[in-house]
């Protein structure tokens, strides 16, 4: 393994472990619970996941409470918010 390639590998496992240490372990939510923790509307979210956008949900429709933090972290939900006011 290159110099480099080890390099990265590092990077994308203090990644890993960070995001591991930043996790709150507050729980799940339901779309309802997500979209007043977000401050939109049930419809606005279920478009965004139509357009393939929106925080990440787990294989039972749940939302994690971290998750829903890392999608407002992420800007896509100001840029959203932004073009339908």
Do not use: C
């Not at 110099?3 to 203090?14: F, P, W, Y």
Request: hydrophobic content about 30%; aromatic content about 8%.
């Amino acid at each position: 393994m290159s110099l480099q390639a080890e390099i990265q590998s590092l990077k994308e496992r203090v990644a890993a472990l960070e995001w591991e240490r930043r996790k709150t372990g507050r729980g799940r939510t339901n779309q309802r619970g997500a979209a007043d923790y977000l401050g939109r509307s049930r419809e606005w979210l279920r478009k965004l996941h139509l357009q393939g956008k929106g925080p990440r949900r787990g294989v039972d429709g749940s939302y994690s409470y971290d998750d829903l933090d890392a999608f407002i972290e992420g800007g896509d939900t100001a840029q959203s918010i932004a073009s339908e006011n």
